[in-house]
């Protein structure tokens, strides 16, 4: 499937749910076409709604219907529906124990040409921290397909960082999807990596490139960041005695702040960080922000050489 857009799949899912259950509705805020929930208005006119520029009303808009029964799926640039929603998601959402379906799309330097003022770098840090709160992140194709039914039969509030564009394929299609378990990838011995998003597709070349010096790492895929797998970091890190995360998103507040907080509260080993250093974005194609901000396989190859130093 990896020569299907994400967010193509994303609404082909989406349709699929609104054919079976006329609870489903879609709520935009003038980016349909952008997020390619653009044709669901002429097949379902009366639940695919527009609010304009207007996230936080979408918010407010979604958390009425859903306390009137519907399943609302709401979407826009990650960074409008994170920090510049997060005290409606959290209060007309979280607080008030409604079942909003949260898509940001563009996570991180993904948001590419948009520029820093679109780039979610830190939108997993803002709500990380709300209660009741699901975030979730598909790796390719095949899991994205797999996890919206699942995430649909999820009664509650859930945030997915959605990547829009094409992108190559981890799993096979008898893959089988558990919202709250992480996926092995690779099993490995001698370190342990974590990582999220389009991260892991980088992580899998960089498991290859150890591989060929003799380091065997194991490879996790932490898809569902709250809650985290704590069983799957623990296991990982006790046979392997260290660590690195590898995120498109900043250090502080993402899936470092995450794993980190597991292993130093029950296995305490080295952990060192793949991602963005505390900046803010900047305009740019994917290849050329991969290699400013040092996302790319070789620089979390060379970070696991570094964590292995340390291990004692």
Not at 173 to 193: H, V, W
Not at 306 to 312: D, E, I, P, Q, V
Request: overall charge negative.
């Amino acid at each position: 499937m990896g020569n299907i857009e994400m967010r193509a799949v994303f609404a082909a899912e989406l349709k699929k749910l609104m054919e079976k259950d006329e609870r489903v509705v879609v709520v935009d805020a003038d980016l349909a076409k952008a997020n390619g929930t653009w044709a669901l208005r002429n097949e379902f006119p009366d639940r695919a709604i527009d609010v304009g520029v207007a996230e936080q009303n979408m918010m407010g808009v979604a958390a009425g219907l859903s306390s009137y029964g519907f399943k609302p799926y709401i979407g826009s640039f990650s960074p409008f529906v994170s920090r510049r929603i997060c005290d409606q998601l959290t209060l007309s959402g979280c607080y008030a124990k409604q079942n909003v379906k949260v898509i940001g799309s563009d996570p991180g330097i993904t948001a590419e040409l948009n520029g820093g003022t679109h780039m979610g770098l830190e939108d997993v840090g803002v709500l990380r921290s709300v209660p009741d709160l699901v975030i979730f992140e598909p790796v390719d194709a095949i899991q994205l397909e797999k996890a919206m039914p699942v995430i649909d039969a999820y009664e509650g509030m859930v945030y997915m960082r959605l990547f829009r564009k094409t992108i190559d394929d981890v799993f096979t299609p008898d893959y089988e999807f558990d919202l709250f378990k992480a996926d092995t990838i690779k099993e490995g011995k001698d370190i342990s990596i974590f990582a999220s998003g389009i991260m892991v597709q980088e992580s899998v070349k960089a498991v290859a490139m150890l591989e060929n010096e003799g380091i065997k790492a194991e490879l996790i895929n932490i898809h569902t960041i709250k809650p985290i797998d704590r069983e799957a970091i623990v296991n990982s890190v006790k046979k392997t005695g260290c660590a690195v995360t590898c995120e498109n998103h900043n250090i502080i507040g993402g899936l470092f702040s995450a794993v980190s907080e597991v292993i130093v509260s029950e296995y305490p080993v080295p952990v060192l960080p793949v991602g963005i250093n505390d900046t803010f974005g900047e305009v740019g194609k994917l290849p050329y922000l991969k290699n400013i901000y040092k996302l790319n396989a070789s620089d979390i190859a060379e970070k696991c050489k570094k964590a292995l130093g340390l291990r004692t």
